[in-house]
């Protein structure tokens, strides 16, 4: 028998439409993986080790504690599962974690969290709004941008309303790229009613400082929308609504509900939510103290962010917590612009860079000049917009390379962050002292291959001078990113980076005046001053091992603790301030009275405590310095001389306590 052997068929090599396919689905797959490392390594930034800062603040976190037991208390956002006196907030980010602690149990982890995967989200939508107008690998740069800030790694690990208004205003960032970029009337006008009810809801979080991003916002949908410009002007106008809608829906919902059936609001003077808009959380804020608790001056120290002036948000706590890349994001905002000065008017990507440089430079001009209280951490809601600017600005000059303004506009991104890094990390010699040299070779490194990098002919030398250029560039930021993380924060005002950063921690703040007519003393949760006393008996206001100010649960002893968790009344006690109130409510889960709040609020009247006394709502008092939330106020002085004129006072815990109960006039 013969065998016959057919030959093998030859090899068939893929046709070309079949590489360039195979190749796209693998830079694809490569992609996704990039995103999900970032994503992952932002994840492990904000949560690794969260619980050290155990409550952080106190304040908010007393009040998470009350929505998540009270649904009245989640939704007015009250200090208090009795529902005296509410934070001097909206309640936006205490109904996300009041949700959390009645789902997953009240907790430090419960609390804290959402915010660290807040942050996950802004960095993801940073990503995708930089990445439908560029390319992946700018979404990338960008992402790690706004993850390696000071700033943001501080806010994402705490409590303080400033996480939620960063994700919502990223989240309406990206609504607006989109609605740029559509050409359907109605899908745009869709984007942008999102828009405006991710912005109605970042007033809900902060207030006024939700919406300072937007003009921006409607700058940049005005200039580049695909609609004509009547229709244009129609999807703003229904943004608007839709901001109205979003926001007024809850203060209808206070303004309608009577006032003796509800909590008062606190920071305000006269229980309404107006009040704190237009005073105390709003033009207070920017033009000094209006009565409602915001402090006057401008002059302070860093823990108030400085002097006014241009040169705010470089100097001491500011600069370090957000300022290392904003020369390199504003190089690549003026130099894209010029990059697409004849684009069409409908340019996504010089859209994109209305967006990101005027939200950073209308917010940064307000935070720059702003009389009123204002801190170092505020900066975060520039996070995003810095990152956007770098990301899609360096994109807009990545393709002009081959162009003088390309290359000069990327290497001038390069050293202009390795310079400012040097700086910043110089102002702490003893911190890692070779760091600020490895990075500053490393962005003039970098910036020297661009220039060499000529067009297409030395392409690789180009993309080896953007990813050590990068790198370098970014790694100042993420360095005092990974110190902060690494630190244990709590108190009102934490602070970015590792110890001895910042070495001007005076308090400053041009001596604002608490409404009953004494000079405000102690330090407010995000600006007010804090007076009354802390549960150890010293006076709150201390320093925090985190940079913030003193007065967390931990100094609560054993006996006062059980002495107000068996009670049995409405509240277990009253004493002067919310800080300390928050105090005890943490420690002993139980309602405490807060005696004029955060900001010397008008509440309660001596008659009012009396009724409350005689009707057995009120067992204990616990003595303070005479001050409300912000010191020396004359309702709670009064209130307090007539607990001492009354009553005898006994010490449990080193604390003076005055026993209420039996008291008939």
Same mark, same amino acid.
């Given at each position: 028998?013969?065998?016959?052997?057919?030959?093998?068929?030859?090899?068939?090599?893929?046709?070309?439409?079949?590489?360039?396919?195979?190749?796209?689905?693998?830079?694809?797959?490569?992609?996704?993986?990039?995103?999900?490392?970032?994503?992952?390594?932002?994840?492990?930034?904000?949560?690794?080790?969260?619980?050290?800062?155990? +409550?952080?603040?106190?304040?908010?976190?007393?009040?998470? $504690?009350?929505?998540?037991?009270?649904?009245?208390?989640?939704?007015?956002?009250?200090?208090?599962?009795?529902?005296?006196?509410?934070?001097?907030?909206?309640?936006?980010?205490?109904?996300?974690?009041?949700?959390?602690?009645?789902?997953?149990?009240?907790?430090?982890?419960?609390?804290?969290?959402?915010?660290?995967?807040?942050?996950?989200?802004?960095? @993801?939508?940073?990503?995708?709004?930089?990445?439908?107008?560029?390319?992946?690998?700018?979404?990338?740069?960008?992402?790690?941008?706004?993850?390696?800030?000071?700033?943001?790694?501080?806010?994402?690990?705490?409590?303080?309303?400033?996480?939620?208004?960063?994700?919502?205003?990223?989240?309406?960032?990206?609504? =607006?790229?989109?609605?740029?970029?559509?050409?359907?009337?109605?899908?745009?006008?869709?984007?942008?009613?999102?828009?405006?009810?991710?912005?109605?809801?970042?007033?809900?979080?902060?207030?006024?400082?939700?919406?300072?991003?937007?003009?921006?916002?409607?700058?940049?949908? /005005?200039?580049?929308?695909?609609?004509? #410009?009547? =229709?244009?002007?129609?999807?703003?106008?229904?943004?608007?609504?839709?901001? &109205?809608?979003?926001?007024?829906?809850?203060? #209808?919902? %206070?303004?309608?509900?009577?006032?003796?059936?509800?909590? +008062?609001?606190?920071?305000?003077?006269?229980?309404?939510?107006?009040? #704190? &808009?237009?005073?105390?959380?709003?033009?207070?804020?920017?033009?000094?103290?209006?009565?409602?608790?915001?402090?006057?001056?401008?002059?302070?120290?860093?823990?108030?962010?400085?002097?006014?002036?241009?040169?705010?948000?470089?100097?001491?706590?500011?600069?370090?917590?957000?300022?290392?890349?904003?020369?390199?994001?504003?190089?690549?905002?003026?130099?894209?612009?010029?990059?697409?000065?004849?684009?069409?008017?409908?340019?996504?990507?010089?859209?994109?860079?209305?967006?990101?440089?005027?939200?950073?430079?209308?917010?940064?001009?307000?935070?720059? +000049?702003?009389?009123?209280?204002?801190?170092?951490?505020?900066?975060?809601? #520039?996070?995003?917009?810095?990152?956007?600017?770098?990301?899609?600005?360096?994109?807009?000059?990545? $393709?002009?390379?081959?162009?003088?303004?390309?290359?000069?506009?990327?290497?001038?991104?390069?050293?202009?962050?390795?310079?400012?890094?040097?700086?910043?990390?110089?102002?702490?010699?003893?911190?890692?002292?070779? /760091?600020?040299? %490895?990075?500053?070779?490393?962005?003039?490194?970098?910036?020297?291959?661009?220039?060499?990098?000529?067009?297409?002919?030395?392409?690789?030398?180009?993309?080896?001078?953007?990813?050590?250029?990068?790198? @370098?560039?970014?790694?100042?930021?993420?360095?005092?990113?990974?110190?902060?993380?690494?630190?244990?924060?709590?108190?009102?005002?934490?602070?970015?980076?590792?110890?001895?950063?910042?070495?001007?921690?005076?308090?400053?703040? *041009?001596?604002?005046?608490?409404?009953?007519?004494?000079?405000?003393?102690? $330090?407010?949760?995000?600006?007010?001053?804090?007076?009354?006393?802390?549960?150890?008996?010293?006076?709150?206001?201390?320093?925090?091992?985190?940079?913030?100010?003193?007065?967390?649960?931990?100094?609560?002893?054993?006996?006062?603790?059980?002495?107000?968790?068996?009670?049995?009344?409405?509240?277990?006690?009253?004493?002067?301030?919310?800080?300390?109130?928050?105090?005890?409510?943490?420690?002993?889960?139980?309602? =405490?009275?807060?005696? *004029?709040?955060?900001?010397?609020?008008?509440?309660?009247?001596?008659? $009012?405590?009396?009724?409350?006394?005689?009707?057995?709502?009120?067992?204990?008092?616990?003595?303070?310095?005479?001050?409300?939330?912000?010191?020396?106020?004359?309702?709670?002085?009064?209130?307090?001389?007539?607990?001492? @004129?009354?009553?005898?006072? &006994?010490?449990?815990?080193?604390?003076?306590?005055?026993?209420?109960?039996?008291?008939?006039?």
């Amino acid at each position: 028998m013969t065998a016959v052997l057919t030959p093998a068929p030859p090899r068939r090599t893929g046709s070309p439409g079949h590489r360039a396919e195979s190749d796209s689905w693998i830079r694809r797959r490569g992609s996704a993986l990039a995103l999900t490392a970032l994503l992952a390594a932002t994840a492990a930034l904000y949560l690794w080790d969260l619980t050290s800062s155990g +409550y952080a603040n106190s304040f908010y976190a007393a009040a998470a $504690q009350a929505g998540s037991q009270s649904w009245k208390a989640w939704f007015f956002g009250s200090l208090d599962t009795s529902n005296f006196i509410t934070v001097d907030k909206p309640p936006a980010s205490l109904w996300v974690m009041g949700l959390s602690g009645r789902i997953f149990g009240f907790s430090s982890a419960s609390l804290l969290a959402p915010q660290a995967l807040m942050g996950v989200g802004s960095v @993801a939508l940073v990503y995708a709004a930089v990445t439908r107008v560029t390319n992946r690998g700018a979404g990338l740069i960008a992402g790690t941008v706004l993850a390696a800030t000071p700033a943001a790694a501080l806010m994402f690990r705490f409590d303080n309303p400033d996480a939620l208004l960063v994700l919502l205003m990223t989240a309406a960032g990206y609504f =607006v790229v989109r609605a740029i970029e559509t050409e359907t009337g109605r899908r745009a006008a869709t984007w942008i009613a999102l828009t405006g009810v991710a912005l109605g809801f970042a007033f809900l979080t902060k207030m006024l400082q939700g919406l300072m991003v937007l003009p921006a916002f409607g700058l940049a949908y /005005l200039v580049a929308g695909h609609a004509r #410009l009547r =229709v244009r002007l129609l999807h703003l106008a229904g943004g608007v609504a839709a901001v &109205v809608a979003a926001a007024g829906w809850w203060v #209808l919902a %206070v303004w309608l509900w009577p006032a003796d059936a509800r909590p +008062y609001i606190g920071g305000s003077t006269d229980n309404s939510v107006m009040d #704190l &808009v237009l005073g105390y959380n709003g033009l207070g804020r920017i033009f000094g103290n209006t009565g409602g608790g915001g402090m006057s001056g401008g002059s302070a120290g860093s823990s108030f962010g400085g002097s006014t002036g241009l040169d705010r948000l470089f100097g001491s706590e500011m600069g370090i917590e957000i300022s290392w890349l904003i020369p390199a994001a504003l190089v690549a905002l003026v130099f894209g612009l010029f990059a697409r000065g004849r684009a069409p008017r409908t340019d996504r990507m010089r859209a994109s860079l209305i967006v990101w440089g005027g939200w950073f430079l209308v917010t940064g001009l307000i935070f720059s +000049y702003m009389s009123g209280t204002i801190h170092p951490y505020y900066t975060v809601a #520039l996070a995003p917009a810095i990152a956007g600017m770098i990301g899609t600005g360096g994109y807009a000059l990545w $393709q002009t390379r081959g162009s003088i303004l390309g290359r000069s506009g990327l290497a001038f991104m390069m050293v202009a962050a390795g310079a400012w890094s040097w700086v910043l990390l110089h102002r702490n010699t003893e911190w890692m002292p070779a /760091l600020k040299w %490895v990075l500053l070779a490393g962005t003039i490194l970098g910036a020297a291959l661009i220039a060499f990098g000529d067009g297409n002919r030395f392409r690789k030398l180009a993309v080896t001078g953007v990813l050590l250029g990068s790198l @370098a560039g970014i790694g100042g930021s993420a360095s005092y990113a990974i110190a902060t993380a690494a630190t244990a924060h709590n108190g009102s005002i934490p602070t970015a980076g590792p110890s001895g950063a910042v070495t001007d921690t005076g308090m400053g703040g *041009g001596g604002g005046r608490a409404p009953g007519g004494d000079t405000a003393g102690g $330090q407010a949760p995000d600006g007010g001053m804090g007076g009354g006393q802390a549960p150890d008996g010293d006076m709150a206001g201390g320093q925090a091992p985190g940079g913030g100010m003193a007065g967390n649960e931990g100094g609560t002893s054993s006996e006062l603790t059980t002495l107000l968790a068996e009670a049995g009344t409405t509240w277990s006690a009253a004493t002067n301030g919310s800080q300390s109130a928050a105090t005890y409510e943490l420690a002993a889960d139980t309602a =405490v009275m807060a005696i *004029g709040g955060w900001s010397s609020d008008p509440t309660p009247t001596l008659d $009012q405590f009396i009724s409350n006394v005689e009707n057995g709502q009120v067992h204990y008092y616990i003595s303070g310095d005479g001050g409300g939330g912000r010191g020396g106020d004359s309702t709670s002085g009064a209130i307090q001389e007539w607990v001492a @004129a009354n009553f005898t006072a &006994v010490t449990v815990g080193g604390t003076t306590v005055y026993d209420l109960s039996g008291y008939t006039g």
